[in-house]
């Protein structure tokens, strides 16, 4: 796929025509994307062991069940995978490993940006607990909230996200974007079947909450200290969240609508 020696510059360069070339075949879907990142190295720190599954394995899961692609799933997305990226750096970076490693987040980054940029509907999320510094929140958030074809996140019209990000910045676009993943995966609850599809309802939703709920805390504690009333001031967000108290969905209601997009179905 590519010459040895490249550096990532080269290789990132060599990737663009290939997707030109391919054209719509490069990021192939079916009007639902998924996008996932994290959590942060420091949440999972503190949740371990007992919330182990990354954004990553909940993002796997959620593609199967909706029918949404995710960047692994695609041929780029693929090929690029099955390349030892570090490995192959080694030529352009001889004895240089931070060299290495950040020529191989450079070409992920640029794969998931160029991703991002397809002809996408919808997109739903497993990224609560993201790390700000990562691809999702550092670039693929604003160029989905700025793709013209887009319509929703998580369920959120693409534009509700966009005037936030216009009035707060990027962590009040990301904070809504993890509101909308949290109500969808409520939503899976409520519609799962009992038994084992409920219980993996139940993990999916719990792990979600609990990512969201430890990366808001730390994000809180990092600017003050606020005290707990019925909505912060600072988030927007019930109290019950900051607290961990946000009680589990109540089982499914007769008549209850189903939201377009992700958590359950595509729509």
């Known amino acids: 796929m590519a010459k040895r020696g490249l550096n990532a510059e080269q ?6 025509k ?3 070339r391919l054209g719509p075949k490069a990021y192939r879907h079916s009007g639902l994307i998924v ?10 720190g503190l949740l371990a062991p007992i919330f182990t599954r ?17 960047l692994d799933d695609t041929v780029i997305g693929r090929n690029v995978a099955r390349r030892n990226l570090r490995k192959y750096f080694r030529g352009a970076y001889p004895g240089d490993l931070i060299g290495i490693v950040g020529a191989e987040f450079a070409v992920w980054a640029f794969i998931s940006r160029e991703f991002v940029k397809a002809a996408f509907k919808h997109a739903a999320t497993a990224a609560c607990g993201a790390d700000e510094n990562r691809v999702l929140r550092a670039h693929e958030l604003r160029i989905a909230i700025y793709n013209p074809v887009a319509e929703t996140i998580n369920g959120v019209p693409v ?11 990027e962590y009040a676009a990301f904070r809504k974007i993890c509101q909308g993943e949290l109500t969808l995966s409520r939503q899976w609850v409520r519609d799962a079947k009992p038994g084992a599809e409920r219980i993996a309802a139940l993990e999916d939703y719990r792990a979600r909450r609990k990512y969201f709920i430890t990366g808001r805390q730390q994000s809180v504690r990092g600017v003050i200290d606020p005290p707990l009333r019925a909505v912060s001031s600072l988030s927007g ?29 595509p729509g």
């Open 18 to 20: 290939i997707i030109k």
């Open 159 to 169: 534009a509700y996200i966009r005037a936030a990000y216009e009035r707060g910045g």
């Open 35 to 44: 996008l996932y990142s994290g959590p942060s190295d420091g949440i999972r």
């Open 54 to 70: 990354t954004n990553w394995e909940l993002s796997k899961d959620q593609a199967e069940r909706t029918g949404g692609v995710r």
């Open 237 to 265: 967000i019930h109290a019950s969240l900051l607290r961990d108290e946000m009680p589990l969905p109540p089982l499914a209601t007769p008549g209850m609508p189903h939201p377009k997009a992700a958590g359950s179905h």
């Open 11 to 16: 290789y990132c360069d060599l990737l663009a």
